[in-house]
């Protein structure tokens, strides 16, 4: 098999999360050809968890080597720093400090390892393999219990000086407003329109609404998806919060494409379940906030990629960027 | 004289506004060899604007022809399109609708021309020559009638899908706040920290303050300067002026900072005279803004490039960039 082969060429892609490990090996068009995953928070150092990852990946390429060549691994990672290859100091994980993962899954599997955050990993696998296939300027935002987001301009990954650039979550878009449950800052995009902002939104006007079908759901299982229940199932109060977060996100994304005026914004993560309920507020305050010279030309759509696979692919994807 | 002898090159740079049109020749060290200006409102057409550059520019070349090679002309101008080399829809020139500036002087000097908007070739600028000289990430902010912006990733200035990103001005920071004289927009950066802003916070804060000096000064003549003035003698409505103003802007920056993690942020035009004034407030909200991991890493300074000069040298950048 020749070298320059790329049709065989595969890369491994993982993706790590506070509790869960996904991985999977995925060839250039983006088929995963084997998936897995492990405990994230089962191995007291992380050189423990790389011999693991190791013992569960190593029989995976071994299975496809006879018609494959492995070229890299890919990781996303909350925190993860691009630059240098390494977590810092992510709250989610239970290792502390600075993690030099990169070299140490270098050593291990032998192939280059690059390293990115989780929205910056999923931006790529949109631009590979998902709606911004072809894009040369997009924005992801990841909409789960956090907010991500992953900045693309002139067709590269907007890492910043550090490697820390694409913190949309953390902007600020109600001064003076709602108090972040980690942060302690106030007003910020994360605080309203995550998964978490939902739920808080949702609490508070189901206590304003004594009517609304939203009392009935218990206080600990009042999130995205009980919204949006509550919301289908015609309660006015559900249907508010929606528009509210919509309201919100769209005025912030208005912000983003004053600053890098993309082709397109992707939206991503649990959240997007609520379909149109979430993306016509979104989109209506997106466009009545912009400049004229920027109206109805941003593709605002939800992402392509399968939520289940498209850590992976991203984070595979990682690899391919690189090359 | 070898064609490869970079120090014999030379560029015209180019800096269209409203009123004035001023121009240099520049030599790859940043040297002004000669300069000038021209009205810009004084030519019913674009041609006759054009005609009356070259006739204003080519002695200028002619004298230095026998040492020099001439490699291109940069404009900068408002709302100038670096993809497309047009000045599209610019408010405050008498010419209207898209202009093909850059296509115009190509013809009528027989040497490439770029163009981009004034924002983006004074960063241009201040990456050759000023204070981002090294730099690959950073923000340039520009503080005058308007607020400007321009934005450098990776070592290129961030263009957008269409040449229009780095409309920093525009972005909303009070939601329901201020509206903009022109856009109609509440809330802008522009509506608070441009010289336009600050001499409507200046009037309204004279208003509620009888015992202000601010009071002293005619309607007509309350701007940046004279409300510097009135602060540097000791009147605290002055300086709450400009503490109020930065800390809109110190707020701004943070958010800038998180989209993409620049190693500074530059402050040029005319506001920037206030010197401490502006800077103290602002650098304080803007850190006291920051996530932790942006914390007391990023630069905030001012332009090191004169103001006079800065424009045609960042147009004349613009040139070098490209080559």
Redesign the interface.
């Known amino acids: 098999m020749s070298v320059l082969d790329l049709s065989h060429e595969v890369a491994i892609g993982i993706d790590i999360g506070g509790t869960n490990t996904k991985y999977g090996l995925v060839n250039h068009r983006g088929e995963i050809l084997e998936k897995g995953d492990i405990k994230t928070d089962a191995y007291p150092t992380v050189k423990d968890f790389i011999d693991a990852l190791y013992d569960a990946i190593k029989p995976i390429i071994d299975k496809h080597k006879s018609n494959t060549r492995l070229v890299g691994v890919g990781i996303g990672a909350p925190?993860g720093n691009y630059y240098t290859g390494t977590i810092?100091?992510a709250p989610n994980l239970i290792w502390k400090g600075i993690l030099p993962i990169a070299e140490l899954m270098t050593k291990k599997f032998g192939v280059p390892c690059s390293l990115t955050n989780d929205a910056n990993a999923a931006a790529v696998g949109e631009m590979m393999y998902g709606a911004a296939r072809g894009?040369?300027?997009f924005i992801m935002i990841t909409l789960g219990t956090g907010v991500g987001s992953g900045?693309v301009?002139?067709g590269?990954l907007?890492?910043?000086?550090?490697?820390?650039?694409?913190?949309?979550g953390?902007?600020?878009?109600?001064?003076g407003g709602r108090k972040h449950w980690s942060?302690g800052?106030q007003g910020s995009l994360e605080a309203y329109c995550s998964a978490t902002g939902i739920a808080i939104t949702a609490k508070k006007l189901r206590a304003e609404n004594p009517q609304s079908l939203l009392n009935n759901i218990p206080e600990d299982h009042i999130d995205s998806k009980s919204v949006y229940e509550a919301a289908m199932a015609g309660d006015e109060t559900a249907k508010e919060v929606f528009r509210y977060t919509g309201q919100i996100l769209g005025?912030a994304l208005?912000?983003?494409i004053?600053?890098?005026?993309?082709?397109a914004i992707i939206l991503f993560g649990g959240v997007i379940k609520a379909g149109e309920l979430i993306m016509n507020p979104t989109k209506e305050h997106m466009e009545k906030?912009l400049?004229p010279?920027?109206q109805n030309?941003v593709k605002l759509v939800f992402s392509e990629l399968k939520e289940a696979d498209a850590a992976i692919l991203g984070a595979s994807a990682l690899v391919w960027e690189k090359i």
Do not use: C, Q, W
């Open positions: 925190n810092e100091y894009m040369k300027d900045i301009a002139n590269s907007i890492y910043g000086h550090d490697g820390f650039a694409g913190e949309l953390h902007v600020i878009v109600r001064p942060t800052h005025e208005a912000n983003f004053m600053f890098s005026s993309p082709e906030n400049l010279i920027f030309k």
